[in-house]
């Protein structure tokens, strides 16, 4: 059992046509249940964000996708504030429910049935000339790769101040366990369940240079070095990319803060989503022999 919440707000992706007025429905149901709700509006509204950081409430209701939940834990995570993700996206990885599914789980806040699950953050840092440039909190990854020349880049990557490998690559990923299912996924990383807290380094196309993914403890400091003659970015969790110039470096560490996500069910949820969705091969579908 946990603490009883009773005082709510709900921010919904207003580009999902069914999230408003999904939004409004539930606001009226956790009235009737008892509860009060201090805002419904969009994710990018400046007066949730305000409220957010007085904590005039108590959880936040967040419907959209992923990429929504991305955005609220970004919003959330300094004022510590859990996060109840209600699916109307695609995969919704980060979720907890499904868009027909909340009634019966909504109740469960005010009676206090339900956990929270921290999940580890990073910090990156730009540097130009050993001057820093701006730093990004990362829920999901930091990607430092080629701009607009479709060519490769040199990459040099260092863990606390040692050298640890050098790429001829598209770019280089460093992700949290939580960003271990998303780009870094796809590039052919692995795959480490949320309540890890691990960095994980893998190389996008990587030519004639090691391919390998690196898991690294929590406390390593990982630098990423940009050797190139053209341009290169990199980008916090799919945001507007950063132009960087050569000998530029991103330093990602552990960040302080930890994301917090409202769970009912059981911890084994992870796998049976990772499945859900892994299984896509037709030869799947198809009886054993």
Same mark, same amino acid.
């Given at each position: 059992?946990?603490?009883?919440?009773?005082?709510?707000?709900?921010?919904?992706?207003?580009?999902?046509?069914?999230?408003?007025? #999904?939004?409004?429905?539930?606001?009226?149901?956790?009235?009737?249940?008892?509860?009060?709700?201090?805002?419904?509006?969009?994710?990018? /509204?400046?007066?949730?964000?305000?409220?957010?950081?007085?904590?005039?409430?108590?959880? #936040?209701?967040?419907?959209?996708?992923?990429?929504?939940?991305?955005?609220?834990?970004?919003?959330?995570?300094?004022?510590? #504030?859990?996060?109840?993700?209600?699916?109307?996206?695609?995969?919704?990885? #980060?979720?907890?429910?499904?868009?027909?599914?909340?009634?019966?789980?909504?109740?469960?806040?005010?009676?206090?049935?339900?956990?929270?699950?921290?999940?580890?953050?990073?910090?990156?840092?730009?540097?130009?000339?050993? *001057?820093?440039?701006?730093?990004?909190?990362?829920?999901?990854?930091?990607?430092?790769?080629?701009?607009?020349?479709?060519?490769?880049?040199?990459? /040099?990557?260092?863990?606390?101040?040692?050298?640890?490998?050098?790429?001829?690559?598209?770019?280089?990923?460093?992700? *949290?366990?939580?960003?271990?299912?998303?780009?870094?996924?796809?590039?052919?990383?692995?795959?480490? %369940? %949320?309540?890890?807290?691990?960095?994980?380094?893998?190389?996008?196309?990587?030519?004639?240079?090691?391919?390998?993914?690196?898991?690294?403890?929590?406390?390593?400091?990982? *630098?990423?070095?940009?050797?190139?003659?053209?341009?290169?970015?990199?980008?916090?969790?799919?945001?507007?990319?950063?132009?960087?110039?050569?000998? /530029?470096?991103?330093?990602?560490?552990?960040?302080?803060?930890?994301?917090?996500?409202?769970?009912?069910?059981?911890?084994?949820?992870?796998?049976? *989503?990772?499945?859900?969705?892994?299984?896509?091969?037709?030869?799947?579908?198809?009886?054993?022999?």
């Amino acid at each position: 059992m946990s603490q009883p919440l009773n005082h709510f707000a709900i921010a919904f992706n207003q580009q999902i046509p069914e999230a408003e007025p #999904l939004s409004v429905k539930i606001g009226a149901f956790m009235k009737a249940a008892g509860g009060s709700i201090e805002e419904v509006s969009t994710i990018q /509204d400046k007066a949730l964000r305000q409220r957010i950081k007085k904590k005039e409430f108590e959880a #936040l209701i967040v419907l959209g996708g992923d990429g929504t939940m991305l955005r609220a834990s970004h919003l959330c995570a300094s004022a510590r #504030l859990p996060l109840l993700g209600i699916n109307l996206g695609s995969f919704g990885f #980060l979720m907890e429910l499904q868009r027909n599914e909340w009634e019966p789980y909504l109740k469960k806040l005010m009676t206090g049935e339900y956990r929270i699950e921290e999940r580890m953050l990073l910090q990156a840092e730009h540097f130009r000339r050993n *001057t820093s440039r701006g730093s990004w909190l990362v829920v999901n990854d930091v990607v430092v790769c080629r701009g607009q020349h479709v060519r490769p880049i040199r990459l /040099d990557a260092e863990v606390d101040g040692y050298h640890m490998a050098s790429y001829v690559a598209d770019g280089l990923i460093a992700a *949290t366990p939580t960003g271990s299912t998303a780009y870094a996924l796809a590039a052919g990383g692995a795959i480490l %369940p %949320p309540d890890l807290r691990n960095i994980i380094v893998v190389p996008v196309a990587p030519h004639l240079s090691p391919n390998q993914s690196i898991i690294l403890n929590e406390g390593a400091e990982v *630098t990423i070095i940009v050797s190139t003659s053209h341009q290169a970015v990199f980008s916090v969790d799919g945001h507007i990319p950063v132009i960087m110039e050569d000998k /530029d470096f991103v330093r990602i560490t552990s960040s302080e803060l930890n994301s917090r996500y409202i769970r009912f069910h059981d911890p084994g949820y992870f796998y049976r *989503t990772l499945n859900r969705f892994m299984e896509q091969n037709p030869s799947l579908s198809q009886p054993r022999q």
